[in-house]
């Protein structure tokens, strides 16, 4: 396992980021929209650094496939609390990576009419897109390769580190 980001690199792009939605967000009470599971931790921190009113809520998908790679099928497995019409919302993400999750849960959410539908993920694997999605708000965009960490597991496991890590090819658990 090798360390990506540092717990000092993500929390300092966490305040940067913050810094920017509140500015564009002056006046308004954004919904940040969190996909479970592995965006917990980035929307966890993301919120205490955001000084505005905002509500959360959460959204969870699965795709089928094995661990690694996605199948292209995505399924809702648990809805929104609220109603979004009319609301400025952000989808939170972990990682962005063949697109496919983001552009379903985008196509889902516009058909409710919020008010404006923003994207903001904490690592982009922009070269593995396959579909076009547009990403608002990104932590960092990161080469291929399988990580783990501040949310995001290896088989549920992992997901508490406090930095980023890249399993390497020869990992043993
Ligand atoms: C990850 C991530 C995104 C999706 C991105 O979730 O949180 O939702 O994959 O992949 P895509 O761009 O190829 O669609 P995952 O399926 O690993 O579930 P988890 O967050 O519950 O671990």
Known sequence: MRVLLSEQQIQER????????????????????GILKGSFVFLSDLIRELEMELE???????????????????QL?????VAIEGRDVIIVEDIVDTGLTLRYLRQLLLQRFPASLA????????ARRQVE?????CGFDIED???VGYGIDYAQKYRQLRFVAIIEEDFNE
């Open 14 to 33: 966490i305040r940067e980021i913050a810094t920017q939605i509140h500015t564009d967000y002056e006046g308004k009470k954004p919904i940040l929209i």
């Open 77 to 81: 497995t648990k809805d929104l609390d």
């Open 56 to 74: 959360v809520d959460f959204m969870a998908t699965s795709s089928y496939g094995d661990a690694t790679t996605s199948s292209g099928v995505v």
């Open 119 to 126: 994207v903001c993920t904490l690592l982009d694997k922009s």
């Open 133 to 137: 999605v547009p990403v608002d708000y």
């Open 145 to 147: 390769g399988f990580v």
